[in-house]
């Protein structure tokens, strides 16, 4: 029996899912707020959904998938997902995810994905709404509560944690080789080469198809790569060593420059 039971967990979860999906279409609120748990290594399947949403990692590691690129939510951060597009996610680890879902008439902003940075206030209101969600509350306290996160949300501050992915089926093969095994000394030569073309060329391609330049994309998904490890546990300096740093404080300084701080307090000081 217990067998059967952990077999049908995966369609449980899905069925669960889908509940939501059904209760967010048919509201009339303008803003809503949703508190799950989920464990390391779920798949939320694709969908899409009518109102913006704004996925906040309370705590762990988020992956998400859409069809320009996947993106990764770190603690303390949250990805702003417009209305309209599929996705879908993976949790890198235990999560604790608030999620807030914004009709269209209230909002605005969000064309494409965005990383965003929580700040203490924002956090604050999405709990506040996480919370009274499930308990009787003062209907204009409410409304003031929600008035308040839709003026703070456009302020909030982007973070790079984005990673564009090309549709040219070897250059995508490239990329995904990439993630598996960073490097920060990797070139664009080296990459033209296996691809056979010049590296002017290559060059060009790749920024047609990714919309940004090789080195950009090389520095932001070494920081993508390294944030599952880093919020295991594993030790910096081995983080920073395989990702083809000559030293961490090379590896230090570029991670403070994407994410504002230093990779020894990022995850500590974001889940607390």
């Keep these: 029996m217990a067998k059967s039971n952990r077999n049908n967990l995966p369609n449980l979860l899905d069925a669960d899912h889908f509940r939501s999906l059904e209760w967010i279409e048919k509201a009339n609120a303008p803003v809503l707020a949703i508190g799950k748990d989920y464990g390391s290594g779920l798949i939320v399947p694709l969908h899409s959904h009518s109102r913006t949403q704004l996925w906040w990692a309370r705590s762990g590691v988020v992956l998400v998938y859409t069809p320009g690129g996947r993106w990764m939510i770190p603690p303390g951060h949250a990805l702003l997902i417009p209305a309209g597009m599929e996705h879908s996610a993976e949790m890198v680890s235990d999560v604790r995810m608030h999620s807030i879902y914004i009709a269209p008439v209230v909002e605005n902003r969000a064309q494409r994905p965005l990383v965003l940075e929580i700040s203490p206030l924002v956090g604050s209101l ?5 919370r009274v969600e499930n308990e ?8 003031l509560i929600k008035d308040l996160l839709l003026e703070e949300i456009p302020r909030l501050a982007e973070r790079p944690l984005g990673l564009p992915f090309p549709r040219d089926r070897r250059l995508a093969t490239l990329c995904r080789q990439f993630l598996e095994a960073p490097s920060a000394s990797a070139n664009i030569d080296d990459w033209a080469a296996r691809m056979g073309i010049s590296r002017r060329s290559f060059t060009r391609l790749f920024r047609q198809e990714t919309g940004v330049s090789f080195g950009t994309w090389r520095q932001q998904a070494c ?7 880093i919020a295991d546990g594993e030790p910096i300096t081995t983080v920073a060593l395989d990702a ?3 030293n961490v ?6 991670f403070r420059r994407m994410l504002g701080a230093p990779p020894s307090l990022y995850l500590g000081s974001r889940q607390a």
Excluded: K, Q, W
Aim: no cysteine; glycine share 4%; aromatic share 10%.
């Design 223 to 229: 920081i993508f790569a390294s944030l599952p490890r």
């Design 136 to 143: 009787v509350s003062s209907e204009r306290r409410e409304h």
């Design 249 to 254: 404080a090379a590896f230090t300084t570029m």
């Design 244 to 246: 083809g740093y000559d």
């Design 126 to 130: 999405i709990d506040e709404l996480v």
